[in-house]
């Protein structure tokens, strides 16, 4: 089964709006992919929840439970310095270290690298597309 690391926006993106990014995340609640995630990424997520949308207290805490309950987590060891945004490099730290098969993102940072040690860096839409080539 492919495994999948999302990006920070991925989530936000995926918890506010419809499209691509909230398809994605209910193809990992529905166990069609696996959710590779790391701490850092939900604590940068629970962050931008709480700074930039005033989400309650509450409502943030439920996602971290409920994240940190659906995806397999992994906390590197090693840290990268790839990309000058840190967040980026904890999403490229979590894919290598999970083994994961693709990351996807809304990132221009993150997108312009195209691939990172041989996992592909891609928008959501491309995950949903690649879903519907194996139905």
């Known amino acids: 089964m492919l495994?999948?690391?999302?990006?920070?926006?991925?989530?936000?993106?995926a918890l506010l709006f419809d499209g691509p990014p909230r398809q994605i995340l209910e193809l990992a609640m529905r166990h069609q992919v696996i959710l590779i995630a790391s701490d850092d990424i939900i604590d940068e997520t629970a962050k931008k929840?709480?700074?930039?949308?005033?989400w309650p207290e509450h409502k943030i805490q439920q996602f971290v439970r409920q994240t940190s309950k659906l995806a397999e987590l992994y906390n590197p060891k090693v840290k990268l310095s790839v990309i000058e945004d840190e967040a980026d490099n904890r999403v490229l730290e979590c894919a290598v270290e999970g083994k994961a098969h693709i990351i996807i993102s809304g990132d221009n940072h993150l997108l312009r690298l195209k691939s990172y040690e041989?996992?592909?860096?891609q928008k959501p839409k491309y995950l949903t597309y690649l879903m519907e080539q194996k139905d």
């Open 118 to 121: 041989n996992i592909p860096i």
């Open 3 to 13: 495994k999948v690391v999302f990006d920070s926006n991925i989530y936000i993106s």
């Open 49 to 54: 929840l709480r700074e930039k949308f005033s």
